[in-house]
């Protein structure tokens, strides 16, 4: 009897540890902060990036940047076509649903000082990494996309929430069967 119940422990320990392994790489996996200069042209995805945009404020009164505006053709004298809330500016989070398909060169403004002219971004387009068939059919080969160390968003763990779920329901299952 006392075979069984130190063997079912030591299992419950071993699965427990398991679980943890599989759990604590995907919770401690961040994406980093991208650092955004005025001028630069970044790269959306669908893979969310983090912004600073500490560097686009106005470098006098160092007040935060509460939106990012897009103004028609460019020019902030003409209409403004898309407002991006900004509520904290070290810490932006940003994706091709925030933009909705509207790329191009935002203009930073802060309800302390205005619009900021002179600071402004690019917003484009991330490509996509297209797979090309060569006459077999087993062989796959990615075309390599040139882009800047500085805009390339990195990589996460694919669904990290389910890991963590899954491991609890283990435990929550080994913890029922060891009860019996």
Do not use: W
Not at 82 to 110: C, R
Not at 157 to 166: C, E, K, M, Q
């Amino acid at each position: 009897m006392t075979y069984e119940k130190a063997i079912s422990r030591h299992l419950l320990v071993i699965l427990a540890v398991l679980a943890l392994a599989l759990v604590a790489p995907a919770a401690a996996q961040e994406t980093s902060k991208l650092a955004a200069q005025s001028g630069e042209t970044i790269e959306v995805g669908a893979e969310p990036i983090i912004l600073d945009l500490i560097n686009l404020r106005n470098q006098d009164t160092l007040n935060p940047i509460t939106e990012l505006r897009k103004y028609r053709d460019d020019d902030p004298r003409k209409e403004v076509t898309q407002v991006l809330g900004v509520p904290n500016d070290d810490y932006y989070k940003i994706n091709i649903h925030t933009l909705k398909g509207k790329y191009g060169q935002y203009f930073a403004y802060s309800k302390a000082d205005g619009l900021i002219e002179h600071n402004s971004i690019v917003f484009a387009q991330a490509p996509t990494a297209t797979a090309t068939q060569t006459q077999t059919a087993a062989t796959v080969t990615e075309t390599p996309t040139e882009t800047s160390p500085a805009t390339t968003a990195p990589t996460q763990a694919p669904l990290p929430g389910l890991i963590v779920i899954a491991a609890l329901g283990i435990c929550g299952l080994l913890a029922a069967a060891q009860k019996r």
